[in-house]
Every structure is written in structure tokens, then in C-alpha cells.
């Protein structure tokens, strides 16, 4: 019996130990979490409305004077897919894994790359045919240990020269967009060439007159581009505002889970010991009335 308790107290102190750091990790990952929220919600605004004004605005430029918004036929596709770097946080990487092998299979015919910005989906992807790090190093999840507009200007750029050169038809965004701290929507979203925006009310935006300022080349030249990197921008946001919510909540879960099995543990440990000290009492009332005998 001895040593079954001892099992059960090295099992109690194992399990102790494990929700302090699950819940020490709940914490960190809430601090990291109101700073990657107030970024995206910052951010989303600007990104989505820009977004919508560069569709309108390509619609009427001729593909000659915009690289980015020429529709070309599918035969090599780049899916940008968005993971993070540790793991600990629910379905978060799983969930965009899963979405990427589904648009591989969707584009069966084609040739299709993937380019894993985080270390999860590299290591999912690095030993298939699909991996590539265009220009990026061996490493392109280094982005995430500093995430500023700087870095992933770079990353667009690379992105962007290889759709203009050519190398790919079609490129596509998959991440994990921020809801709230138990929400995360899996996105895939075509980020080249630039979507064309649907008819509204009969008028088709290609006959509507805009009045350029800057100039028409202007714009092509420096906002489009601009525009298209604050795209990949918003969407690592999101990513990784999405992922100290997923971690957050993972640890939530996993506090409140050792929180019970520790109870469970001690009132195991307390019957096995109450069951001890009631066999050695019968064991010496026993030796007692033997020696009376």
C-alpha cells in the first residue's frame, strides 16, 4: 500500500507542477494577446477599405499599366500559408495545414508551391514537393521574432516580383483570422492577381469615370504595390493575434483540466490512505487480542 501512495503523491506533484505552467503560459499569452489585438484592430479597418478601393481603381486600368491585376490561366499557383512558430495552441496550425492540403488537392492540374511563413507548417511541408522559399532563406519564419511592416514589405516584394515574372499565376493567402479569444476563422484569400470587384446596380466599374490624383502610373507604380503588402501585413496580424488567443484558451483548458484531475488525485490519495490506517489499526487490535488470548 506504501507504495501505491507514493505513486499517487509523485503523480499529485507531477500534475501540480504542470498547471503552474500551464497557467503561467495563460498569462503570458493574455499580455501578448491585448497587444496583437489592439494591432489588428487597428490595422483591419485601413487594410479592408484599401483593399476595396484598389479593386474598384484596377478594374479600369489596363493590365499594362497594372502587373498585379493580370488573370492569366491557373497552371502555377503559391499558397502563402500562415502558421506559427511553438505549438501548445489548440487546432490553430492544424486548421491551416489542413486547409492548405485541400487547395492542393483543389489544384490538382496545376503546379502548385507553398511558402510556410512559420515554423508549424514548415515542418509539415519541407519534405514534400510543394515547399519552396522563393528568395527567402532557409528559415522565413524568422519574420515572426520581429513582425513590423519593414520585414514583411521584403516578403511581399519576393512574393509579388514572382507573379509579375511570371512564376505564378495565382497567388493565395491561408491564416487564421482573429474573431475573439475563442474564435479563430481559418481564411483563404486570393492576394494576386487582384480580385475584380462584382457589378452593383447594372453599372459595371469599368465604365465608371475616375479622376486619378496622382497620376494613373503614379498609382500602379507605388499605391498598388503598397496596398498589397499592407494585404500580407494585416493577415500576419491577424495570424498571430489569432494564435496567443488559441494558446490562451488552450491553456485555459488545460489549467482547468489539471485543476480537476488534482482533485481527483488527492481524494484517490485520501482513500488509499484512510484504507491504510484503518488496516493497521485492525492489524494491531488484531496482534492485541491474539496476545490476550
Do not use: W
Not at 515572426?144 to 505564378?168: E, H, I, K, P, W
Amino acid at each position: 500500500m506504501a507504495g501505491g501512495l507514493k505513486e499517487v503523491r509523485n503523480r499529485i506533484a507531477s500534475v501540480g507542477s504542470t498547471r503552474q505552467i500551464t497557467q503561467a503560459m495563460k498569462v503570458v499569452s493574455a499580455a501578448k494577446l491585448r497587444r496583437a489585438q489592439d494591432a489588428i484592430t487597428r490595422m483591419r479597418p485601413y487594410a479592408e477599405k484599401l483593399q476595396e478601393i484598389l479593386a474598384n481603381v484596377s478594374v479600369s486600368m489596363d493590365a499594362s499599366d497594372n502587373p498585379y491585376a493580370v488573370d492569366r490561366e491557373t497552371h502555377k499557383v503559391l499558397l502563402v500559408a500562415i502558421t506559427s512558430n511553438r505549438g501548445l495552441c489548440g487546432p490553430f496550425n492544424n486548421n491551416v495545414i489542413k486547409l492548405t492540403r485541400e487547395r492542393i488537392a483543389e489544384y490538382a492540374s496545376a503546379d502548385v508551391h507553398v511558402l510556410c511563413l512559420g515554423k508549424k507548417a514548415g515542418d509539415v511541408f519541407r519534405k514534400t514537393e510543394h515547399f519552396t522559399t522563393l528568395t527567402l532563406g532557409d528559415q522565413p519564419h524568422d519574420i515572426f521574432d520581429r513582425l513590423d511592416f519593414a520585414n514583411v514589405s521584403d516578403v511581399a516584394q519576393q512574393v509579388m516580383d514572382a507573379f509579375t515574372s511570371g512564376g505564378y499565376d495565382k497567388v493565395e493567402l491561408l491564416y487564421n483570422s482573429f474573431v475573439n479569444v475563442a474564435t479563430q476563422d481559418v481564411q483563404c484569400e486570393q492576394m494576386l492577381p487582384i480580385e475584380q470587384v462584382v457589378a452593383e446596380g447594372g453599372v459595371a466599374p469599368r465604365d465608371v469615370d475616375y479622376i486619378y490624383e496622382p497620376t494613373q502610373n503614379e498609382i500602379a507604380a507605388n499605391i498598388v504595390p503598397n496596398t498589397l503588402k499592407i494585404q500580407l501585413y494585416k493577415a500576419l496580424l491577424d495570424s498571430q493575434a489569432s494564435e496567443h488567443g488559441a494558446r490562451m484558451t488552450a491553456m485555459h483548458k488545460a489549467t482547468e483540466n489539471a485543476g480537476e484531475l488534482l482533485r481527483d488525485l488527492k481524494l484517490s490519495y485520501n482513500k488509499a490512505r484512510q484504507a491504510a490506517i484503518t488496516a493497521e489499526i485492525l492489524e494491531i487490535v488484531g496482534g492485541a487480542e491474539a496476545l490476550e488470548g
